[in-house]
Protein backbone atom coordinates (compact mmCIF):
# COMPACT_ATOMS: atom_id res chain seq x y z
CA UNK A 1 0.00 0.00 0.00
CA UNK A 2 1.04 3.42 -0.88
CA UNK A 3 0.47 6.25 1.02
CA UNK A 4 1.06 10.20 -0.46
CA UNK A 5 2.45 12.68 1.79
CA UNK A 6 2.63 16.46 0.12
CA UNK A 7 5.52 18.57 0.54
CA UNK A 8 9.65 18.08 1.13
CA UNK A 9 9.17 17.74 4.92
CA UNK A 10 7.53 14.24 4.36
CA UNK A 11 9.63 12.03 6.81
CA UNK A 12 8.84 8.01 6.25
CA UNK A 13 8.06 5.84 9.70
CA UNK A 14 9.95 3.31 10.94
CA UNK A 15 10.11 0.27 8.90
CA UNK A 16 8.75 2.50 5.03
CA UNK A 17 11.10 3.82 2.18
CA UNK A 18 10.35 7.20 0.47
CA UNK A 19 10.66 7.71 -3.72
CA UNK A 20 9.65 10.81 -5.79
CA UNK A 21 6.47 10.82 -7.56
CA UNK A 22 5.59 12.72 -11.05
CA UNK A 23 4.32 15.81 -10.07
CA UNK A 24 7.29 16.21 -7.03
CA UNK A 25 5.11 14.54 -4.26
CA UNK A 26 6.66 12.79 -2.12
CA UNK A 27 5.15 9.00 -1.75
CA UNK A 28 5.95 6.88 2.02
CA UNK A 29 5.97 3.23 0.57
CA UNK A 30 5.22 0.32 3.29
CA UNK A 31 8.37 -1.84 3.49
CA UNK A 32 9.03 -5.40 5.32
CA UNK A 33 9.95 -3.92 8.96
CA UNK A 34 13.76 -4.82 9.18
CA UNK A 35 14.60 -7.80 11.20
CA UNK A 36 15.09 -7.37 15.32
CA UNK A 37 17.97 -8.63 16.15
CA UNK A 38 18.83 -6.48 19.24
CA UNK A 39 19.30 -9.02 21.60
CA UNK A 40 21.53 -11.31 19.67
CA UNK A 41 23.87 -7.97 18.28
CA UNK A 42 23.96 -7.79 22.27
CA UNK A 43 25.08 -11.57 23.24
CA UNK A 44 27.62 -11.28 20.18
CA UNK A 45 29.26 -7.93 21.31
CA UNK A 46 29.64 -9.65 24.43
CA UNK A 47 30.82 -12.73 22.89
CA UNK A 48 33.57 -11.06 21.35
CA UNK A 49 35.44 -10.36 24.32
CA UNK A 50 35.05 -13.62 25.52
CA UNK A 51 36.01 -15.86 22.14
CA UNK A 52 37.91 -15.12 19.03
CA UNK A 53 35.75 -13.73 16.81
CA UNK A 54 32.72 -14.44 19.07
CA UNK A 55 32.10 -17.67 17.56
CA UNK A 56 33.15 -21.14 18.75
CA UNK A 57 33.66 -22.00 15.03
CA UNK A 58 34.24 -19.58 12.32
CA UNK A 59 31.49 -21.06 10.27
CA UNK A 60 28.79 -19.98 12.43
CA UNK A 61 30.51 -15.87 11.82
CA UNK A 62 28.36 -13.74 9.53
CA UNK A 63 31.52 -12.22 8.10
CA UNK A 64 31.31 -13.14 4.31
CA UNK A 65 27.74 -11.95 4.04
CA UNK A 66 27.70 -8.96 6.37
CA UNK A 67 26.21 -8.19 9.61
CA UNK A 68 26.22 -10.09 12.82
CA UNK A 69 25.29 -13.88 13.19
CA UNK A 70 21.88 -14.01 14.78
CA UNK A 71 22.14 -16.05 18.66
CA UNK A 72 19.17 -19.21 18.78
CA UNK A 73 17.56 -19.65 22.18
CA UNK A 74 16.05 -22.98 20.35
CA UNK A 75 14.89 -25.46 18.09
CA UNK A 76 12.26 -27.85 16.91
CA UNK A 77 11.39 -29.80 13.66
CA UNK A 78 12.53 -27.81 10.71
CA UNK A 79 12.54 -24.28 12.46
CA UNK A 80 15.19 -22.22 14.73
CA UNK A 81 14.21 -19.21 16.99
CA UNK A 82 16.62 -16.76 18.31
CA UNK A 83 17.06 -15.07 21.82
CA UNK A 84 14.58 -11.87 19.85
CA UNK A 85 11.86 -13.89 19.33
CA UNK A 86 12.14 -14.29 15.77
CA UNK A 87 11.07 -17.31 13.75
CA UNK A 88 13.15 -18.99 11.06
CA UNK A 89 12.69 -22.21 8.53
CA UNK A 90 16.76 -23.58 9.78
CA UNK A 91 18.51 -25.09 6.26
CA UNK A 92 21.44 -25.88 7.99
CA UNK A 93 20.17 -28.13 10.56
CA UNK A 94 23.27 -28.10 13.13
CA UNK A 95 25.24 -28.09 9.87
CA UNK A 96 23.79 -31.84 8.96
CA UNK A 97 23.04 -34.03 12.10
CA UNK A 98 19.09 -32.72 12.52
CA UNK A 99 17.64 -34.86 9.56
CA UNK A 100 14.81 -36.22 11.29
CA UNK A 101 13.89 -32.72 12.33
CA UNK A 102 16.11 -30.62 15.52
CA UNK A 103 14.89 -31.81 19.31
CA UNK A 104 12.90 -35.09 17.45
CA UNK A 105 10.91 -36.03 20.56
CA UNK A 106 11.73 -39.64 19.88
CA UNK A 107 15.35 -38.98 20.01
CA UNK A 108 14.73 -36.48 23.19
CA UNK A 109 12.79 -39.26 24.80
CA UNK A 110 15.67 -41.67 24.18
CA UNK A 111 18.53 -38.99 25.50
CA UNK A 112 16.18 -38.62 28.81
CA UNK A 113 16.40 -42.60 29.42
CA UNK A 114 20.30 -42.50 28.64
CA UNK A 115 20.61 -39.60 31.21
CA UNK A 116 19.40 -41.51 33.96
CA UNK A 117 21.92 -44.14 34.15
CA UNK A 118 24.58 -41.72 33.40
CA UNK A 119 26.20 -39.62 30.76
CA UNK A 120 29.90 -40.92 30.43
CA UNK A 121 31.24 -43.88 31.36
CA UNK A 122 35.00 -44.01 30.89
CA UNK A 123 34.23 -48.10 29.81
CA UNK A 124 32.62 -50.49 27.94
CA UNK A 125 29.01 -49.83 26.93
CA UNK A 126 26.63 -52.21 24.87
CA UNK A 127 25.42 -49.12 22.45
CA UNK A 128 28.60 -49.11 21.02
CA UNK A 129 28.04 -52.28 19.80
CA UNK A 130 24.78 -51.58 18.50
CA UNK A 131 26.09 -48.25 16.97
CA UNK A 132 28.52 -50.02 15.05
CA UNK A 133 26.18 -53.58 13.85
CA UNK A 134 23.92 -50.05 12.77
CA UNK A 135 26.93 -48.21 10.71
CA UNK A 136 28.15 -51.69 9.18
CA UNK A 137 25.29 -53.12 8.32
CA UNK A 138 24.24 -49.90 6.01
CA UNK A 139 27.46 -49.31 4.32
CA UNK A 140 28.77 -51.66 1.81
CA UNK A 141 32.85 -51.28 2.60
CA UNK A 142 32.77 -51.23 6.20
CA UNK A 143 34.02 -54.29 8.53
CA UNK A 144 34.81 -52.66 11.51
CA UNK A 145 34.60 -49.14 13.02
CA UNK A 146 36.17 -47.00 15.60
CA UNK A 147 33.85 -44.32 17.39
CA UNK A 148 35.89 -40.86 17.99
CA UNK A 149 34.54 -37.09 18.96
CA UNK A 150 34.42 -35.17 15.23
CA UNK A 151 34.37 -35.17 12.09
CA UNK A 152 37.96 -33.78 12.20
CA UNK A 153 39.01 -36.30 14.96
CA UNK A 154 38.28 -39.07 12.30
CA UNK A 155 40.02 -37.74 9.38
CA UNK A 156 42.81 -36.84 11.70
CA UNK A 157 42.87 -40.34 12.93
CA UNK A 158 42.44 -41.94 9.44
CA UNK A 159 45.27 -40.53 7.56
CA UNK A 160 47.48 -41.90 10.47
CA UNK A 161 45.77 -45.44 9.92
CA UNK A 162 46.10 -45.04 5.90
CA UNK A 163 49.74 -44.33 6.78
CA UNK A 164 50.11 -46.53 8.84
CA UNK A 165 49.04 -49.37 6.54
CA UNK A 166 50.91 -48.67 3.83
CA UNK A 167 54.07 -47.69 5.61
CA UNK A 168 54.11 -44.25 3.23
CA UNK A 169 53.20 -40.80 4.20
CA UNK A 170 51.88 -38.77 1.42
CA UNK A 171 48.28 -37.53 1.02
CA UNK A 172 46.40 -36.73 -1.90
CA UNK A 173 43.40 -34.31 -1.16
CA UNK A 174 41.20 -32.13 -3.75
CA UNK A 175 41.14 -28.18 -3.51
CA UNK A 176 37.84 -27.06 -1.74
CA UNK A 177 37.57 -30.33 -0.01
CA UNK A 178 37.69 -29.52 3.87
CA UNK A 179 38.50 -32.48 6.40
CA UNK A 180 38.55 -30.61 9.49
CA UNK A 181 41.10 -28.24 10.95
CA UNK A 182 43.94 -30.89 11.80
CA UNK A 183 47.45 -29.88 10.35
CA UNK A 184 47.66 -31.68 7.13
CA UNK A 185 44.38 -31.04 5.66
CA UNK A 186 44.54 -27.02 5.78
CA UNK A 187 46.01 -26.69 2.51
CA UNK A 188 43.74 -25.55 -0.30
CA UNK A 189 40.72 -26.33 2.01
CA UNK A 190 37.32 -25.43 1.76
CA UNK A 191 34.13 -24.47 4.30
CA UNK A 192 35.33 -21.85 6.70
CA UNK A 193 39.18 -21.59 5.27
CA UNK A 194 37.28 -20.30 1.82
CA UNK A 195 34.84 -18.39 3.06
CA UNK A 196 36.57 -15.98 5.06
CA UNK A 197 39.60 -16.11 2.67
CA UNK A 198 42.40 -17.50 4.36
CA UNK A 199 45.93 -18.78 3.17
CA UNK A 200 47.43 -21.86 4.80
CA UNK A 201 46.61 -21.57 8.46
CA UNK A 202 49.37 -20.18 10.44
CA UNK A 203 50.90 -22.28 12.96
CA UNK A 204 51.14 -25.34 10.51
CA UNK A 205 54.60 -26.68 9.82
CA UNK A 206 55.49 -26.73 6.34
CA UNK A 207 57.08 -30.03 7.16
CA UNK A 208 53.34 -31.04 8.34
CA UNK A 209 51.74 -29.84 5.33
CA UNK A 210 54.83 -30.97 2.66
CA UNK A 211 53.30 -34.33 2.08
CA UNK A 212 49.39 -33.37 1.23
CA UNK A 213 49.34 -33.41 -2.05
CA UNK A 214 46.57 -31.27 -3.71
CA UNK A 215 44.40 -32.17 -6.88
CA UNK A 216 41.69 -30.64 -8.96
CA UNK A 217 38.07 -32.43 -7.96
CA UNK A 218 36.48 -34.08 -11.03
CA UNK A 219 39.51 -33.40 -12.65
CA UNK A 220 41.45 -37.15 -12.86
CA UNK A 221 44.19 -36.49 -14.74
CA UNK A 222 45.34 -34.47 -11.70
CA UNK A 223 44.96 -36.97 -10.04
CA UNK A 224 46.98 -39.46 -11.96
CA UNK A 225 49.98 -36.80 -12.61
CA UNK A 226 50.20 -36.96 -8.89
CA UNK A 227 50.38 -40.65 -8.43
CA UNK A 228 53.13 -40.75 -10.91
CA UNK A 229 55.75 -38.03 -9.78
CA UNK A 230 55.42 -39.90 -6.37
CA UNK A 231 55.63 -43.12 -7.42
CA UNK A 232 55.14 -45.40 -4.30
CA UNK A 233 55.21 -42.75 -2.07
CA UNK A 234 51.53 -42.10 -1.63
CA UNK A 235 49.79 -43.45 1.08
CA UNK A 236 45.67 -42.49 -0.12
CA UNK A 237 43.24 -40.04 -1.43
CA UNK A 238 40.90 -38.46 0.42
CA UNK A 239 37.74 -36.86 -0.91
CA UNK A 240 34.49 -35.57 -0.25
CA UNK A 241 31.91 -38.28 -1.61
CA UNK A 242 29.75 -34.96 -2.65
CA UNK A 243 31.52 -31.88 -1.84
CA UNK A 244 29.80 -29.77 0.68
CA UNK A 245 32.81 -27.43 1.74
CA UNK A 246 33.03 -25.68 -1.31
CA UNK A 247 29.25 -25.27 -2.28
CA UNK A 248 27.52 -28.02 -3.21
CA UNK A 249 29.52 -30.03 -6.05
CA UNK A 250 28.43 -33.53 -7.76
CA UNK A 251 31.45 -35.53 -8.56
CA UNK A 252 31.18 -37.42 -12.05
CA UNK A 253 30.72 -40.68 -11.86
CA UNK A 254 33.25 -41.42 -14.19
CA UNK A 255 35.51 -39.45 -11.98
CA UNK A 256 34.99 -41.89 -8.48
CA UNK A 257 35.38 -45.31 -10.40
CA UNK A 258 38.84 -43.46 -11.90
CA UNK A 259 40.32 -42.76 -8.57
CA UNK A 260 39.62 -46.46 -7.69
CA UNK A 261 41.06 -47.74 -10.02
CA UNK A 262 44.02 -45.54 -9.89
CA UNK A 263 44.49 -46.45 -5.90
CA UNK A 264 44.00 -50.02 -6.75
CA UNK A 265 47.35 -50.13 -9.12
CA UNK A 266 49.29 -47.90 -6.94
CA UNK A 267 48.65 -49.56 -3.92
CA UNK A 268 47.16 -46.54 -2.01
CA UNK A 269 43.77 -46.37 -0.12
CA UNK A 270 40.42 -45.04 -1.16
CA UNK A 271 39.27 -43.06 1.33
CA UNK A 272 35.84 -40.95 1.40
CA UNK A 273 34.75 -38.58 3.61
CA UNK A 274 31.08 -39.19 4.64
CA UNK A 275 30.85 -36.98 7.73
CA UNK A 276 28.48 -34.82 5.39
CA UNK A 277 26.96 -37.33 3.24
CA UNK A 278 26.98 -40.61 5.20
CA UNK A 279 23.48 -41.37 6.05
CA UNK A 280 22.32 -38.01 4.02
CA UNK A 281 22.18 -38.69 0.17
CA UNK A 282 21.35 -42.12 1.24
CA UNK A 283 21.68 -44.99 3.78
CA UNK A 284 24.61 -46.18 2.71
CA UNK A 285 26.39 -42.63 2.15
CA UNK A 286 27.93 -41.51 -1.19
CA UNK A 287 29.50 -44.43 -1.57
CA UNK A 288 26.34 -46.65 -1.96
CA UNK A 289 24.64 -44.02 -4.00
CA UNK A 290 27.54 -44.07 -6.49
CA UNK A 291 28.39 -47.59 -6.59
CA UNK A 292 31.88 -46.93 -5.39
CA UNK A 293 33.84 -49.18 -2.94
CA UNK A 294 36.39 -46.78 -1.15
CA UNK A 295 38.96 -48.94 1.63
CA UNK A 296 37.95 -46.80 4.57
CA UNK A 297 35.58 -43.98 5.51
CA UNK A 298 35.14 -41.19 7.85
CA UNK A 299 31.34 -40.40 9.10
CA UNK A 300 29.73 -37.73 11.95
CA UNK A 301 26.76 -35.65 12.06
CA UNK A 302 23.54 -37.89 11.64
CA UNK A 303 25.32 -41.08 13.11
CA UNK A 304 25.46 -38.70 16.49
CA UNK A 305 21.75 -37.47 16.16
CA UNK A 306 22.80 -33.74 17.25
CA UNK A 307 25.63 -35.20 19.81
CA UNK A 308 29.10 -34.61 18.89
CA UNK A 309 30.41 -38.51 17.09
CA UNK A 310 32.40 -39.27 14.75
CA UNK A 311 33.92 -42.18 13.25
CA UNK A 312 36.34 -44.02 10.77
CA UNK A 313 36.18 -47.15 9.62
CA UNK A 314 36.92 -49.89 6.74
CA UNK A 315 37.65 -53.28 5.60
CA UNK A 316 39.05 -55.68 8.93
CA UNK A 317 42.63 -56.50 8.05
CA UNK A 318 43.65 -52.43 7.98
CA UNK A 319 41.23 -51.26 11.19
CA UNK A 320 42.74 -54.15 13.51
CA UNK A 321 45.98 -51.76 12.53
CA UNK A 322 44.41 -49.81 15.00
CA UNK A 323 45.18 -49.90 19.06
CA UNK A 324 44.41 -51.93 20.88
CA UNK A 325 44.71 -54.76 18.02
CA UNK A 326 47.50 -53.11 16.58
CA UNK A 327 50.35 -50.75 16.61
CA UNK A 328 48.97 -47.29 15.00
CA UNK A 329 47.58 -45.68 18.72
CA UNK A 330 44.90 -43.50 18.88
CA UNK A 331 42.41 -42.85 22.15
CA UNK A 332 39.52 -40.77 23.15
CA UNK A 333 38.00 -40.17 26.84
CA UNK A 334 34.26 -39.29 25.81
CA UNK A 335 34.68 -42.14 22.51
CA UNK A 336 31.42 -43.95 22.45
CA UNK A 337 29.52 -41.74 24.90
CA UNK A 338 26.29 -43.55 25.84
CA UNK A 339 24.23 -40.35 24.95
CA UNK A 340 25.85 -40.03 21.15
CA UNK A 341 25.03 -43.78 20.60
CA UNK A 342 21.47 -43.12 22.12
CA UNK A 343 20.71 -40.47 19.85
CA UNK A 344 22.99 -42.22 16.49
CA UNK A 345 20.70 -45.57 17.34
CA UNK A 346 17.48 -43.70 17.26
CA UNK A 347 18.27 -41.45 14.59
CA UNK A 348 19.53 -44.44 12.30
CA UNK A 349 16.24 -46.05 13.68
CA UNK A 350 13.90 -43.07 12.00
CA UNK A 351 15.67 -43.30 8.77
CA UNK A 352 15.11 -46.90 7.94
CA UNK A 353 11.56 -46.39 8.22
CA UNK A 354 9.64 -46.70 4.69
CA UNK A 355 9.38 -43.33 2.65
CA UNK A 356 12.21 -41.90 4.64
CA UNK A 357 14.80 -41.12 1.99
CA UNK A 358 11.72 -40.67 -0.55
CA UNK A 359 10.38 -38.02 1.47
CA UNK A 360 13.62 -36.50 1.94
CA UNK A 361 14.25 -36.44 -2.20
CA UNK A 362 10.79 -35.02 -2.82
CA UNK A 363 11.20 -32.13 -0.47
CA UNK A 364 14.57 -31.38 -1.22
CA UNK A 365 14.51 -31.56 -5.13
CA UNK A 366 11.41 -29.12 -4.90
CA UNK A 367 13.18 -27.16 -3.02
CA UNK A 368 16.25 -26.67 -5.35
CA UNK A 369 13.99 -26.84 -8.34
CA UNK A 370 11.96 -24.11 -7.53
CA UNK A 371 15.22 -21.70 -6.19
CA UNK A 372 16.53 -22.28 -9.85
CA UNK A 373 13.37 -21.50 -11.72
CA UNK A 374 12.71 -18.49 -9.59
CA UNK A 375 16.03 -17.29 -10.68
CA UNK A 376 15.90 -17.60 -13.93
CA UNK A 377 12.20 -15.78 -13.55
CA UNK A 378 13.64 -12.96 -12.30
CA UNK A 379 16.72 -12.43 -14.67
CA UNK A 380 19.27 -13.87 -12.33
CA UNK A 381 22.05 -16.70 -12.90
CA UNK A 382 21.98 -19.76 -10.75
CA UNK A 383 23.18 -22.94 -11.18
CA UNK A 384 22.69 -25.68 -8.77
CA UNK A 385 21.30 -28.81 -7.75
CA UNK A 386 20.22 -31.53 -5.06
CA UNK A 387 20.79 -35.33 -4.43
CA UNK A 388 18.41 -36.32 -0.92
CA UNK A 389 18.25 -34.38 1.72
CA UNK A 390 21.66 -31.91 0.60
CA UNK A 391 21.29 -28.91 -2.12
CA UNK A 392 22.97 -25.76 -3.27
CA UNK A 393 22.88 -23.28 -5.44
CA UNK A 394 25.88 -20.76 -7.27
CA UNK A 395 24.89 -17.17 -8.45
CA UNK A 396 26.94 -18.82 -11.35
CA UNK A 397 25.98 -18.58 -15.33
CA UNK A 398 28.12 -21.84 -15.60
CA UNK A 399 27.82 -25.06 -14.00
CA UNK A 400 30.16 -25.20 -10.95
CA UNK A 401 32.51 -28.73 -10.84
CA UNK A 402 35.14 -27.95 -8.95
CA UNK A 403 36.13 -25.34 -6.35
CA UNK A 404 38.37 -23.12 -8.98
CA UNK A 405 34.89 -22.75 -10.96
CA UNK A 406 32.77 -21.58 -7.60
CA UNK A 407 35.67 -19.35 -6.94
CA UNK A 408 35.77 -18.18 -10.46
CA UNK A 409 32.40 -17.87 -11.62
CA UNK A 410 29.81 -17.37 -8.62
CA UNK A 411 28.95 -14.14 -7.53
CA UNK A 412 29.43 -13.65 -4.20
CA UNK A 413 28.40 -10.32 -3.30
CA UNK A 414 25.15 -10.96 -5.01
CA UNK A 415 24.82 -14.04 -2.86
CA UNK A 416 25.62 -11.76 0.64
CA UNK A 417 22.96 -9.37 -0.72
CA UNK A 418 20.72 -12.36 -1.02
CA UNK A 419 21.59 -14.05 2.27
CA UNK A 420 20.51 -11.26 4.02
CA UNK A 421 17.28 -10.56 2.76
CA UNK A 422 16.34 -14.33 3.22
CA UNK A 423 16.95 -13.68 6.84
CA UNK A 424 14.69 -10.96 7.54
CA UNK A 425 12.18 -12.84 5.90
CA UNK A 426 12.78 -15.86 8.07
CA UNK A 427 14.86 -18.18 5.96
CA UNK A 428 18.06 -19.39 7.58
CA UNK A 429 20.83 -20.21 5.18
CA UNK A 430 24.29 -20.93 5.71
CA UNK A 431 26.45 -17.43 5.97
CA UNK A 432 28.80 -18.70 2.95
CA UNK A 433 28.49 -19.33 -0.57
CA UNK A 434 30.93 -22.04 -0.15
CA UNK A 435 28.34 -24.12 2.10
CA UNK A 436 26.01 -26.61 1.26
CA UNK A 437 22.20 -26.65 2.34
CA UNK A 438 20.59 -29.57 4.47
CA UNK A 439 16.73 -30.61 5.09
CA UNK A 440 14.93 -33.06 6.88
CA UNK A 441 11.81 -34.68 7.56
CA UNK A 442 10.44 -32.19 9.28
CA UNK A 443 10.66 -30.08 6.72
CA UNK A 444 7.15 -29.69 4.86
CA UNK A 445 5.44 -28.52 2.09
CA UNK A 446 4.41 -25.17 3.70
CA UNK A 447 8.10 -24.24 4.55
CA UNK A 448 9.17 -25.27 0.69
CA UNK A 449 6.27 -23.01 -0.63
CA UNK A 450 7.31 -19.85 1.91
CA UNK A 451 11.21 -20.55 1.24
CA UNK A 452 10.49 -20.42 -3.44
CA UNK A 453 8.44 -16.85 -2.34
CA UNK A 454 10.62 -15.47 -0.03
CA UNK A 455 13.46 -16.34 -2.99
CA UNK A 456 10.76 -14.41 -5.46
CA UNK A 457 10.68 -11.49 -3.13
CA UNK A 458 14.28 -11.00 -2.49
CA UNK A 459 15.62 -11.80 -5.84
CA UNK A 460 13.29 -8.72 -7.36
CA UNK A 461 15.12 -6.79 -5.21
CA UNK A 462 18.38 -7.96 -6.47
Given at each position: ???????????????????????????????????????????????????????????????????????????????????????????????????????????????????????????????????????????????????????????????????????????????????????????????????????????????????????????????????????????????????????????????????????????????????????????????????????????????????????????????????????????????????????????????????????????????????????????????????????GQFFSSVPVKNFEDAAANQDGAKFGKFHRGMLERGIYL?????????????????????????????????
Amino acid sequence: MEVAFVGAAAVPAAGRTVRRAAGGELVCTAAKPRLNTQRSTEIFEQAKKLMPGGVNSPVRAFRSVGGNPVVFDRVKGSKAYDVDGNEYIDYIGSWGPAIVGAANDEVNEALIKAIEKGTSFGAPCELENELASAVIDAVPSLEMVRMVNSGTEACMSVIRLMRAFTGREKLIKFSGCYHGHADMYLVQAGSGVATLGLPDSPGVPKSTTAATLVAQYNNLESVRQLFEANEGEIAGVILEGVVGNSGFIVPDVSFLKGLRELCTKHGALLCFDEVMTGFRISYGGAQAYFDVKPDVSTFGKVIGGGLPVGAYGGRREIMEMVAPAGPMYQAGTLSGNPLAMTAGLKTLEILRRPGAYEQLDKITKRLSNGLLEVAKETGHDMTGGSISAMFGQFFSSVPVKNFEDAAANQDGAKFGKFHRGMLERGIYLAPSAYEAGFTGLAHTEEDIDKTIEATRDVLKTL
